[in-house]
């Protein structure tokens, strides 16, 4: 009986770990398309002038007011600040809430997307734009660290704290709204701050992109083990 029990639960986790990929499935692979397209056109110098349309218009803006809100947002996406709200937030989740695999998920997203951001950068080796940096930056420019760890950490904070809301049946379309504004406000202040190209901050959206979905994939499917 127990042998029959658990053939019959077999096809039911299969289809939901099936349904549960292709979207993943889906997303990822147009991300990392994109992705292909940058590298490529990063490889071949095509970026050019791309980056120089964009880079002149968001620094077109240019204010002192406006730089320093462009230097606030720009700290958001700072490890600092990330680290901080990592183990607060953790915190909350385990100690409080007792939801250990939603820490699993919050510490995975962050560490996992700066290990990756550093690989990649160290493959492309792409030199930060020759222009005057409003706030210091180092190390190689493609992709966009900040860019890629705002889609995956606060991706994935926004994605929990929806979850959350809409499993108690609370408005939470505001939080989907707030979290993309707050990805792109990240993205577009090191456009302007002058630390980064635009085809830079693209690259770190998709790949931090495709490992969000990775870790919400993750999340969704030992979820829905743990029901079967």
Known sequence: MPTQNTSSAFPKQLAIFSKSLIWGLCISVLLLTIFAKLSEGLLYHE???FDKVIGELIRGFTTPSLTSVAIIITYLGSAY??????FILGA?????LKHIWETVLLAI???GAWLLNII????????????VHLVQAGGY????????????FYGVIGYLIWLNLRNRSKPSWYVVVFTFALILAIGIS??????HFASDVIAGYVTGGVWAITCIVGLTEIRNSEHV
Do not use: N
């Open 190 to 195: 090191r456009i302007y701050l002058g630390v």
């Open 109 to 111: 997203s962050l560490s």
């Open 120 to 131: 990649l950068k160290e493959l492309f080796r792409r030199a930060r734009p020759d222009i």
């Open 47 to 49: 970026l050019g002038m």
């Open 141 to 152: 420019s493609f992709p966009s660290g900040h860019s890629m760890v705002a889609v995956a």
């Open 81 to 86: 600040i990330e680290i901080a709200l990592m």
């Open 92 to 96: 909350v989740l385990l100690f409080r």
